[in-house]
């Protein structure tokens, strides 16, 4: 299954948050809870977003409280 494949199914399995409004923290939160975690490197290959511009948008998702980094990982964070 490729990126794009992952995402479509996942907008049917997966309510997102209603604060997140910019298309990368979409796809970065997505693309982190339907794989049950990912590396900064599998998101800049499967997502093709050059790694300087997901340190910014991991470290807002992860302000928000809706991704945790668990060792070299991002997973999301659990439901409350």
């Known amino acids: 299954m490729n990126a794009t494949q ?4 996942a907008t ?9 409004t910019a298309a990368d923290s979409k796809l970065v939160y997505l693309f982190v809870a339907v794989s049950d975690g990912a590396t900064v490197d599998d998101l800049q290959a499967s997502l093709d977003i050059k790694k300087i511009s997901l340190f910014p948008v ?12 668990v060792d070299d990982e991002y997973v999301a964070a659990a439901a409350s």
């Open 6 to 9: 992952m995402i479509n199914s």
């Open 12 to 20: 049917d399995r997966f309510d997102l948050p209603d604060d997140l």
């Open 58 to 69: 991991l470290d807002t998702l992860s302000k928000r409280g809706l991704i945790e980094r």
